[in-house]
């Protein structure tokens, strides 16, 4: 009984996911959405397990989000994976955060190939393991050709970094005299940043509760539509992903306008 119960339960929620999409595709989906996956940690603490266990958890949710947002018909989807600042965790963390990009990838790539994403990463290089740029760069060769979601993972990122690296090859270029110091403005700014290739963020969804950005796209995230929930990010399922989305196509944008 109670497992007929549950079956029907679980009916019930996928056909309201399933009216839900069927919404969202009425109106435009948000191009290209960015994601600080925040709560890892407290989501262990709380089950007493590891921090690296939350992480893990988190792991899988990048998979269900992905193809979800594949499915929705979204452009970009940028995830906040390991920031500048995150090397000041214990060295034990930082090591298991770097190695969950071969395990992603080396248990996922197939079905990333066959739903048609093209990865991308956006960070430094230097100072990543090889193991992590390896496994990155095998999956950025082998989807390059893939015209559907741009799974772009945010590794070794920080805004700031990115910023003044960019001011100072802007700086390079007008001593070289390449660029004319009244050519630069904001488009020419843009194409000097890491996201170079992409649109900026329409939506920026942050889980766990905390409401700031962390140095993260600060530039890139001047216009976009903030979401912020308390749900942990290994808690974080297809409902709060829809949810955001449809907080996003009941607001308006005004890009400084009336
Ligand atoms: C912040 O939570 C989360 C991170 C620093 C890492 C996020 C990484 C993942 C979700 C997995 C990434 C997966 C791939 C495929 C690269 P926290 O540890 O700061 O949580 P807390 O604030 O509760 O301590």
């Given at each position: 009984m109670l497992n007929k119960i549950k079956l029907w339960k679980n009916q019930q929620q996928s056909s309201s996911l399933h009216e839900r999409m069927l919404q969202i595709e009425e109106q435009p989906v948000p191009s290209h959405v960015a994601i600080i996956m925040d709560g890892n940690g407290r989501w262990a603490k709380k089950r007493a397990l590891p921090r690296v266990a939350g992480h893990h958890e988190g792991m899988k949710v990048v998979r269900k989000i992905t193809r979800l947002a594949s499915k929705m018909g979204i452009n970009t989807l940028t995830l906040?994976?390991?920031?500048?600042?995150?090397?000041?965790?214990p060295k034990t963390e930082v090591d298991y955060l770097l190695k969950l990009p071969e395990e992603f990838l080396g248990t996922f790539l197939p079905e990333l190939i066959e739903e048609n994403v093209r990865v991308t990463m956006m960070g430094?290089?230097?100072?990543?393991p090889s193991y992590t740029i390896n496994a990155i760069e095998k999956a950025i060769q082998d989807t390059k050709?893939?015209?559907?979601l741009v799974l772009n993972f945010a590794l070794n990122y920080g805004s700031r970094a990115e910023i003044v690296d960019a001011v100072k090859r802007v700086l390079n270029d007008c001593q070289k005299g390449i660029?004319?110091?009244?050519?630069?403005?904001e488009d020419l700014f843009s194409s000097?940043?890491?996201?170079?290739d992409l649109t900026d963020p329409d939506l920026l969804i942050r889980t766990s509760g905390e409401i700031r950005?962390?140095?993260?796209?600060l530039w890139q995230l001047a216009y976009s539509e903030f979401w912020f929930t308390e749900v942990l990010w290994p808690d974080f399922s297809e409902q709060h992903f829809i949810e955001a989305i449809e907080a996003y196509q009941n607001r308006q944008r005004r890009f400084g306008g009336v």
């Open positions: 906040y994976a390991f920031s500048t600042e995150n090397w000041k965790r430094y290089k230097e100072n990543l050709d893939n015209t559907g660029l004319e110091s009244d050519e630069v403005n000097y940043l890491m996201t170079s950005l962390s140095n993260f796209m």
